[in-house]
């Protein structure tokens, strides 16, 4: 063998005759094997190399003078038990054979009989290869079954393995945590999984059981089964799979147990949001069609209570016709309110918004309903704050109060009752809100009205708050009420909540952000119309509104210029800009809608004055038309004298 080389195979040979050592080397060279002998004749020597380590193969003789090959055996078997030993001696008979093959020598070779030597040589190896082989797959198996136990007992899922007469063989910790006394007794009955898995320790295996099923087709089963953990009922979602043999024949289940508990109330969370949330885009798509009619019959109505106001004014008081026409403006009015209920539900409606003493006005609507109300019916107010501020519209606070009243007067007309009105302050937590509807935490003024009327289903709790629904008779009721409600409490950032069962009445809450200051605001009274002789440019895209508007303003004294195109307004200004003291603007209007007019003439003439008009606007409310330098806004449908002091506040200024 080439020295540079590294030897396939090194032997340490144990023998004292030098003889028989080269004789034994002159054979194994023979087998074309690249191998390096280490030859030695003592037991101290021996000891050592094998301590040294890297021999694959033992030869030794058995009789020696100081040392003896059955003693080398028993040494090689302490230190390294793996490397093959084989006995070679001239003089070995039979006992002393069985002896060292009981000690753990691999073979024995007579050296008169030395053509066994390679064969029994390359037996020793592959059998130690193969043995080498058999303990690091063993090795390897059992690591790789403690990753395994580790694995599924570090899960929070329940796992067992069972066999075909539902007994459970072996389980992971999370089996043994949910049901300990599956190692307390070791009584057998107990073992199988529907003794185990049941409250009152079934003897039978259950109806449903997904794991019979799975031995029956097959077939992985499943289901879910309330099951008693620790006095608290559990939701679990039992899993069966079958585990089959080579000839695909069911020898045991893998049962999996998931508590499922919290996901079943996150579901259930997660469709009771989604339902809400449906409920908002149908109210927002219903509101946005609202918008668009109450504009409509903005434009209708501003004409017919402008031509009205000024007969009025011309009529003398003798005249029978006048009558007919304050006839006439009282609908008008009761339409514009019910324009204004519907803009408010579809939040568009401009509101005068200031603190307000929310007792103040419980205590004039407790006074104004009480006298209304059947004596069948019992009322009580309930003041339980003096922090009852909210920044609201009072008229929108009446409304609130009357309706939800009215709504409790009539389901307790029958059989009467007691009707609650209850005024508290309450905080809401983070916790708190999530219960409720894109609420912040913090303080709030919290209205409940109660009564032991009629009540609802569910049904109709989810439907109180949709335009034109009702389930009073017809005539009784526009079912409009609870929509502007909805949307007025909404439009103050608060919320409102429902709880009712038929036959036990119903309560509605109501919550409103609560402020710490109580601005006292005051309103100009102006008891005769104000008059003026300046030039004003009037522009409407309705004829009749246009017309109105030109009567009016001619009547006050101004000098009008009456457009039915923003173009041609503009273009006016824009060829004559010091011609005009004031511009009176609609705002929805084709080409170019009011805002953008506004700005535009600005853009030419800066310091004239701008009046926008609007039934109803998603672009510009009063809040910021000042922004765009827009001196007044003006809500559809005009009075005559809101029109004739806005003009002359704005000209005064």
Known sequence: ????????????????????????????????????????????????????????????????????????????????????????SGTLGEEPAIDSMKAGATDYVLKQHLSRLIPSIKRALQEAEDRNKREKAEEALKESEGKYTSLVDSIDIGVCLVKSDLEIMTFNRQIQKWFPAIVENDNRMIKKCFNIFNEHRATEQCPDCPARSCFLDGKKHECIRKIKIKDEIRNFRIISIPVKNSINEITDLIIMMEDITSTLTIEKEKKLLEERLQQAQKMEAIGTLAGGIAHDLNNILSPIMVYTEMSLMDLPDTNTLKNNLTEIYKASERARDLIKQILTFSRQKHEERKPVTMSIILDEVFKLIRPSLPSTIEISLNIETKSDIVFADPTQIHQILLNLCTNASYAMKEKGGKLEIRLISEYLDAYAVKRLNNLIPGYYVKLIISDTGIGMNDDIQKRIFEPYFTTKSPGEGTGLGLAVIHGIVKSMNGDIQVKSKPGQGSAFYIYLPRINENVLSSSEVHNDLPRGNERILFVDDEITIVNAMKLLLQGLGYKITALTESKECYELINKNPDDFDLV?????????????????????????PIILCTGHSDIINKENAGDTGIKAFIMKPLKIQEIAATIREVLRK
């Open 584 to 608: 009176i603007t609609d705002m929805t209007m084709p080409d170019i809608n009011g805002k953008e007019l506004a700005a535009k003439i600005l853009s030419i003439r800066p310091d004239i």
């Open 1 to 88: 063998m080439n020295s540079s080389e590294k030897p396939d195979l090194k032997v340490l040979h144990l023998e004292d005759d030098p003889n028989d050592a080269e004789l034994i080397r002159s054979c194994i060279e023979t087998a074309d094997l690249s191998f390096e002998i280490i030859t030695t004749d003592n037991k101290e020597e021996f000891i050592s190399i094998l301590n040294r380590g890297k021999i694959d193969l033992i030869l030794a003789d058995y009789s020696l003078p100081m040392f003896d090959g059955l003693s080398a055996l028993r040494l090689a078997k302490q230190i390294s038990p793996d490397i093959p030993f084989i006995l070679v």
